[in-house]
T-cell receptor, first 113, second 114 residues
Framework: AQSVTQLDSHVSVSEGTPVLLRCNYSSSYSPSLFWYVQHPNKGLQLLLKYTSAATLVKGINGFEAEFKKSETSFHLTKPSAHMSDAAEYFCVVSETNDYKLSFGAGTTVTVRA | DTAVSQTPKYLVTQMGNDKSIKCEQN?????MYWYKQDSKKFLKIMFSYNNKELIINETVPNRFSPKSPDKAHLNLHINSLELGDSAVYFC?????????????FGPGTRLLVL
């Protein structure tokens, strides 16, 4: 069975400083991992995904994530936060033999001016 | 050109009523999904159809019935609405039904049952 734990329910950063959102996963098989972003009252948008290619994955809007199998982690980072990054972020896993997505509980990011 | 669209965006109704939410995708995808997002923002899959065939049917009350008239449409009908059905319902689609497939989400339908 697959599952995802987002270690921080809320992250607050100042504009221009780095953002780190932590995600650990549990998977019986080779997982596919995703980060989605949800802006207030909007649908979900894919930021990036890992599917057993390069372990460092670059996404949209300057985000990237690193797949670390030994640590079962897929943390999301951005070097410099922008006000428009304020949103809810979801770490998501699916297994090789299962196309269902399992969502983490989400991390709310606030960006201070 | 909205890729995945849902109607209505907002739905306010009384307990006991029956309502439907419609979803359409113009991406040419084979697979469509319904998710429920609760008040704590937790997302859980409800149903999935691949080429009009039901492939995922999670533990959902049988008051919820999906219908896929064709590959581009997946509707959700809810009978005898209850207070606990209040949530945001998201439709999504993916090219195929496979692990690693990116799912594209609609804007959501905000359902409030009074």
């Amino acid at each position: 069975a697959q599952s995802v734990t987002q270690l921080d329910s809320h992250v607050s950063v100042s504009e221009g400083t780095p953002v780190l959102l932590r995600c650990n996963y549990s998977s019986s098989y080779s997982p596919s991992l995703f980060w989605y972003v949800q802006h207030p009252n909007k649908g979900l948008q894919l930021l990036l995904k890992y599917t057993s290619a390069a372990t460092l994955v670059k996404g949209i809007n300057g985000f990237e994530a690193e797949f670390k199998k030994s640590e079962t982690s897929f943390h999301l980072t951005k070097p410099s936060a922008h006000m428009s990054d304020a949103a809810e972020y979801f770490c998501v896993v699916s297994e090789t033999n299962d196309y269902k997505l399992s969502f983490g509980a989400g991390t709310t990011v606030t960006v201070r001016a | 050109d909205t890729a995945v669209s849902q109607t209505p965006k907002y739905l306010v109704t009384q307990m006991g009523n029956d309502k439907s939410i419609k979803c359409e995708q113009n991406l040419g995808h084979d697979t469509m999904y319904w998710y429920k997002q609760d008040s704590k923002k937790f997302l859980k899959i409800m149903f999935s159809y691949n080429n009009k065939e039901l492939i995922i049917n999670e533990t959902v009350p049988n008051r919820f019935s999906p219908k896929s008239p064709d590959k581009a449409h997946l509707n959700l009908h809810i009978n005898s609405l209850e207070l606990g059905d209040s949530a945001v319902y998201f439709c999504a689609s993916s090219p195929l039904a496979g692990a690693g497939e990116t799912q594209y989400f609609g804007p959501g339908t905000r359902l409030l049952v009074l």
